[in-house]
């Protein structure tokens, strides 16, 4: 299993940023996934979720709208496409192969964003 996110990169206040996450070594619809964030001398903080099919999304409440995931199956890629970027957003960003009860078991290198004037 591998996961291989990238996208990542300085962006400005209220830009836009579309992360990727490119899956291998399993069958990639079969499986719901997950973006799962971690600020500088942070924990972890999940950030949204989609269902196998890419019919479900989930996102923190804190996000108010800004953050879109989704995913093409015939690709094997994850997505989340960031837009009204704030400087709290600046984290690595990783992706995350969902197992069951809110745990994943196979988790991306990560992409950084930082977000800055």
């Known amino acids: 299993v591998q996961l291989v996110e990238s996208g990542g990169g300085l962006a400005q206040p209220g830009g836009s940023l579309r992360l990727s996450c490119a899956a291998s070594?399993?069958?990639?619809?079969?499986?719901?996934m997950a973006w799962v964030r971690q600020a500088p001398g942070k924990g972890l903080d999940w950030v949204s979720h989609?269902?196998?099919?890419?019919?479900?999304?989930y996102y923190d409440d804190s996000l108010k709208g800004r953050f879109t995931i989704s995913r093409d199956n015939a690709k094997n890629t994850l997505y989340l496409q960031m837009n009204s970027l704030e400087p709290e957003d600046t984290a690595l960003y990783y992706c995350?192969?969902?197992?069951?009860?809110?745990?994943?078991?196979?988790w991306g290198q990560g992409t950084q964003v930082t977000v800055s004037s």
């Open positions: 989609i269902n196998s099919g890419g019919a479900a999304t």
């Open positions: 995350a192969r969902y197992l069951q009860s809110w745990s994943y078991d196979y």
């Open positions: 070594g399993f069958t990639f619809d079969d499986y719901e």
